[in-house]
Nanobody, 130 residues
Framework: EVQLQASGGGLVQAGGSLRVSCAASGFTFDRYNVGWFRRAPGKDHEGVACISSSDGTAYYSDSVKGRFTISSDNAKNTVWLQMNSLKPEDTAVYYC???????????????????????WGKGTQVTVSS
């Protein structure tokens, strides 16, 4: 059974940090690009970051570049998103998703989701208070 399990969300004050994790199972993890999306209330899914399976290159949306860091460990089938200098506008449900073909640059640049990913995880809520 394919699973992507996101965890680590929570409530943090503006300027604080959180790290969310995405644990994968049931598929060949190191052959898939893994991205993080987020969805704020009343808004569409937005790409946040993505890490390429081919060379480990990380891609970020402009809104999080310099504040968020995506990393992965193929031995642990896990991707992390370290979020620093959090802002209230970062408040959203964060989802991880994996795809064998979708280029990471596209994932990170997504402002409105109009395509599918092979696998999705259930989201984890991140709330940043002002």
């Amino acid at each position: 059974e394919v699973q992507l399990q996101a965890s680590g969300g929570g409530l943090v004050q503006a300027g604080g940090s959180l790290r969310v994790s995405c644990a994968a199972s049931g598929f060949t993890f190191d052959r898939y690009n893994v991205g993080w999306f987020r969805r704020a209330p009343g808004k569409d899914h937005e790409g946040v970051a993505c890490i390429s399976s081919s060379d480990g290159t990380a891609y970020y949306s402009d809104s999080v570049k310099g504040r968020f860091t995506i990393s992965s460990d193929n031995a642990k089938n896990t991707v992390w998103l370290q979020m620093n200098s959090l802002k209230p506008e970062d408040t959203a449900v964060y989802y991880c998703a994996a795809d064998s073909l979708r280029h990471c640059a596209l994932v990170a640049a997504t402002t409105s989701l109009n395509y599918g990913m092979d696998y999705w995880g259930k989201g984890t809520q991140v709330t940043v208070s002002s």
